[in-house]
């Protein structure tokens, strides 16, 4: 709990580094996807489909 807490903290003021830690906000034992393509309809529905598995998804529309 305390360590929630202190995690909110640094984001709340700014000094969260994600670039570190990425996967502070995923919960424990899920399954997450990273869905990398420019195409927003394709990304939409290849995200849709991952979430309707249990995944935990995130999109971007580059790799750069």
Do not use: H
Not at 55 to 61: A, G, H, K
Request: with cysteine; charged share 30%; glycine share 4%.
């Amino acid at each position: 709990m305390e360590d929630e807490k202190n995690l909110l903290n640094e984001v709340a003021t700014g000094s969260y580094n994600a670039s570190d830690r990425p996967f502070d906000f995923v919960e424990a034992d899920a399954e997450t996807a990273l869905v990398c393509e420019p195409d927003d309809t394709v990304r939409e529905k290849i995200s849709n489909a991952l979430r309707k598995l249990g995944y935990q998804i995130t999109e971007v529309s580059s790799a750069v």
